[in-house]
């Protein structure tokens, strides 16, 4: 089901927009992920964080939506005795500037399509998680001629769908509680965060502090991601996928819908009010995720699609063997 906990929890506070600045990270901490940062300037004043985990092979992109390059930390060395592999951290968030405009799919297209040129990254295969798969999108409607392959990481959506595509989504507050919620987040440190059991899927250290402040203390503060760059990137943003312009090779993986009974196990069922809800909560969503992998094999036939069970909205993180296995399988299929 696609109802998944962002768990840097973004929404809770914000600061306000700064023309440029690095989070405050603690200098005495060093980022174990084996990368180089190199910045980029793009749109004339704007600078990029990009990371460059080198490796053999061709070159492979990573992106996300609000989240930095950082979260790919512990999958991109996987990669790196297939691909070059980097990372973009968008405008707006993290280490990347954060200037009041320029969070239109466009913009972010012509942002991404500067940095490649920086990089001299030639035909590279690029993955996006989330959001990030509108940029996919318009980039290869766009410029196919400038990449090898798209994988798309529950990213090939439409946001801009109604949620009644089939049956609509029943009032939130009449489903039925988690029989074992997230935990609380263990805010004293950083390390604890990271390491915290329980959480169905947790980011790499480096992530998390390019997320939120650290407190005097050493305890994990406020988000440092101004909710208005969060809203303009993720719902300001939206527009409807041309995949028919796409002239390139597509990897589609999406979360796996387990079967309805092993859903509401997992639920503190009271009625067959909630259990009606719930019924009908599992049935919008499997609309949803059918509609958006119609509309893509619709304009790309040969699309590839995959539903990996067990995986969330991270999957790169929760399902890190899939993804990576899936990835390789894709690329050697892809034209030398």
Not at 168 to 191: Q, V
Not at 206 to 229: C, K, Y
Not at 250 to 278: K, N, T, W
Not at 291 to 296: F, I, P, V, Y
Request: contains cysteine.
């Amino acid at each position: 089901m696609r109802a998944t906990l962002c768990l840097v929890g973004l929404a809770l506070l914000g600061v306000p927009i700064l023309a440029r600045g690095l989070p405050q990270i603690d200098a005495a901490w060093r980022d174990p992920s084996p990368h180089q940062v190199r910045w980029v300037t793009v749109d004339s004043s704007v600078r990029l964080e990009a990371l460059d985990w080198g490796g053999s092979g061709p070159p492979l992109v990573l992106l996300g939506c609000y989240l930095t390059a950082h979260s790919y930390d512990v999958l991109a060395p996987k990669l790196t005795n297939q691909f070059h592999v980097y990372g973009i951290t968008r405008r707006g968030i993290g280490a990347s500037d954060k200037p009041a405009t320029g969070y239109a799919v466009q913009r972010s297209v012509n942002d991404l399509l500067e940095v490649l040129d920086f990089l001299n990254a030639q035909k590279p295969l690029l993955v996006g998680n989330s959001c990030a798969g509108q940029v996919l999108t318009m980039f290869a409607s766009q410029h196919s001629d400038r990449l090898s392959g798209l994988v798309y990481l529950d990213g090939a959506g439409d946001p801009t769908l109604t949620a009644d595509v089939g049956s609509p989504f029943p009032d939130f507050a009449t489903l039925p509680r988690l029989l074992r919620p997230t935990p609380p987040p263990n805010r004293s440190s950083f390390k604890a965060l990271t390491e915290q059991p329980g959480l169905t899927v947790t980011f790499p250290e480096a992530e998390w502090r390019h997320q939120f402040a650290e407190n005097p203390d050493g305890s994990v503060g406020t988000a440092l991601m101004d909710l208005e760059i969060r809203k303009a990137i993720t719902v300001d943003a939206r527009v409807k996928p041309n995949y028919g312009g796409i002239r390139v090779p597509v990897l589609a993986m999406y979360q796996a819908q387990p079967p309805f009974e092993d859903v509401a196990a997992g639920y503190a069922i009271r009625s067959d009010e909630e259990r009606a809800a719930l019924r009908q909560y599992y049935a919008a969503t499997r609309a949803l995720y059918t509609r958006w992998q119609q509309d893509l094999l619709a304009a790309i036939p040969t699309a590839r699609i995959i539903e990996l069970p067990g995986a969330n909205l991270y999957m790169f993180l929760s399902n890190e063997a899939d993804v990576l296995r899936e990835i390789r399988a894709f690329a050697a299929t892809l034209p030398k």
